[in-house]
């Protein structure tokens, strides 16, 4: 049994907002939308199946504006004629007892041409090519579509409150469009938003303000402001830690309630300068110094992984692929059961477990994710939203 380990005790990851245990349900695109922007009958299905031990279930993205959506399939919290499409969303995600968190966000220059026309950013400047994005050259926003879209993010967190979630979560990370503005590589304005770091952080910091004046505004109870933030990019003159230390310096003086690094590996990335060094998990860690709740996720597969990631100083660690393809992982990981704990999965088993039919769909077809063919060994798997 772990229910005595660290892993398994409660944790006040907000004033108000205490949670079960450490284990949270990370946010991670399902392509299981309807049409119209609305959740599905599917989606609320999957999450339902999966909140029932986890301390913490945090959304996959939702996009603020119209031409913010990143992804088809991708349910929309644009306009309050979504709030009952998010209720439903926020009752599912806390239908096992846990608070749920609305992962909200801008996928700017990282949208499909598909989705939207208007292909925004910070400037003129190329969007990085994968998996899910096509790599596409954006306009850049003015002053007053910038204001307008600060705008945006508080008005989607107003949204939140009325559905009931128990807060959201800036999506500052995955090359999205608050990572865009804070990028030295993707931002080259040269006004108040670009140019010095001081003036690169300003989006993000500006989006907090708002989200946070809502916060106060509307909300009655208890209600958790989080951001997610990738500290590094892969490009020559892309983002490093150092900058992103010292944004997560303002983002707590700002008063978030919790910082949540998006890793390749929480146990295993390193910082791109010092790749000799400890864990970006750890610098991260020991420069915080307790001053806010720190949650990772990248690659904790099973029990022992997530025990270990705690260990080493987080304060919640987030499991995405474990839980989609074990919706029980909690459950098999209080009984001492990790070994239990699947990492393939047929598509048999995906139905059974409530694995929504399109979400399927890009688990077969996207290198690395594990399929039933592929071995416990399989390289490493991709975790997204």
């Keep these: 049994m772990m229910t005595s380990s660290t892993l398994f005790q409660p944790f006040t990851l907000a004033p108000g907002l205490v949670l079960r245990n450490r284990v949270a349900m990370a946010p991670m695109t399902t392509w299981a939308g309807n049409d119209d922007g609305t959740v599905s009958d599917d989606e609320v299905a999957y ?82 090519a994968g998996p899910f994005a096509p790599g596409l050259m954006p306009r850049a926003l003015s002053d007053d579509e910038v204001v307008r879209v600060v705008s945006a993010f508080a008005d989607a967190t107003r949204r939140a409150i009325a559905a009931g979630f128990d807060g959201v979560e800036l999506h500052g990370a995955h090359g999205f469009l608050i990572q865009n503005f804070f990028s030295p590589h993707f931002n080259r304005r040269t006004d108040r938003w670009g140019g010095s770091l001081e003036n ?62 998006s890793l390749g590996s929480v146990l295993s990335q390193k910082p791109a300068d010092s790749p000799s060094g400890p864990t970006i998990a750890t610098v991260v860690h020991e420069y915080i110094r307790g001053r806010a709740p720190l949650i990772a996720a990248g690659q904790v597969r099973t029990p022992d992984q997530a025990e270990q990631a705690i260990q080493a100083g987080l304060s919640v660690v987030a499991v995405g692929q474990g839980l989609v393809i074990n919706p029980d992982w909690v459950e098999l990981a209080k009984a001492g059961r990790g070994g239990s704990v699947k990492l393939s999965i047929s598509a048999s088993a995906a139905e059974q477990a409530d694995v929504p039919g399109k979400l399927w769909d890009v688990i077969e077809g996207t290198p690395g994710w594990f399929s039933v063919e592929a071995p416990a060994t399989a390289p490493n798997a991709m975790e997204v939203a």
Excluded: W
């Excluded at 991708?74 to 609305?102: N, Q």
């Excluded at 041409?113 to 910070?122: N, Y």
């Excluded at 989006?203 to 916060?215: C, G, N």
């Design 200 to 261: 690169r952080m300003r989006f993000p910091l500006s989006v907090v303000a708002a989200v946070k004046a809502a916060i106060e505004e509307h909300a009655d109870r208890p209600f958790a402001l989080g951001y997610r933030i990738s500290v590094e990019e892969g490009q020559e003159d892309g983002l490093r830690i150092a900058d992103s230390l010292q944004l997560i310096d303002r983002l707590i003086e700002a008063g978030v309630s919790y910082i949540h690094t």
């Design 47 to 128: 999450y339902r199946r999966r909140a029932g031990d986890v301390g913490l279930v945090i959304t996959g993205c939702t996009h603020v504006q119209a031409n913010g959506i990143g992804f088809t399939g991708e349910f929309a919290a644009h306009d309050d004629m979504f709030i009952p499409s998010l209720t439903r969303l926020a009752a599912a995600a806390k239908s096992g007892g846990a608070p749920a968190i609305l992962q909200i966000f801008h996928a700017g220059v990282k949208t499909l041409p598909e989705l939207t026309s208007d292909i925004v950013a910070a400037s003129e400047v190329e969007g990085e």
